[in-house]
């Protein structure tokens, strides 16, 4: 079992930065693949960024490369979501997810979530 825990959103300003932590439990965890993904009111939930464990590849959606990045740590299970050079557009609820499966950017693929935090970027 894999139970995911989301911290480290708040409000900030624009152009401002935020890093999120996922705490994960499960002794597999660093087999899985790791994932972040948001939603904002209104809109669908939408990919943002993943991490698989075994290789330590990454991907991130066009919309936040070059901004965020995604990291992990073993001891404890983390997964970590650095965001820099916040827009407006970025706000939304956080949400990190885990699959046993490789990465991927289908939401519908991962099999483990965690409850989300919020971000505000104000402008």
């Known amino acids: 079992q894999v139970q995911l825990v989301e911290s480290g959103g708040g409000m900030v300003q624009a152009g401002g930065s935020l890093r999120l932590s996922c705490a994960a439990s499960g002794r597999t965890f660093n087999r899985y693949a790791g994932g972040w993904f948001r939603q904002a009111p209104g809109k669908k939930r939408e990919f943002v960024a993943a991490?698989?464990?075994?290789?330590?590849?990454?991907d991130y959606a066009d919309s936040v490369k070059g901004r965020f990045a995604i990291s992990g740590d073993n001891a404890p299970n983390m997964v970590y979501l650095q965001m820099n050079s916040l827009k407006a557009e970025d706000t939304g609820v956080y949400f990190c997810?885990?699959?046993?499966?490789?990465?991927?950017?289908?939401?519908?693929?991962?099999?483990?979530w965690g409850q989300g935090t919020q971000v505000t970027v104000s402008s």
């Open positions: 991490l698989w464990r075994g290789s330590g590849i990454t």
């Open positions: 997810a885990a699959t046993a499966s490789a990465s991927s950017r289908w939401a519908a693929d991962y099999q483990y």
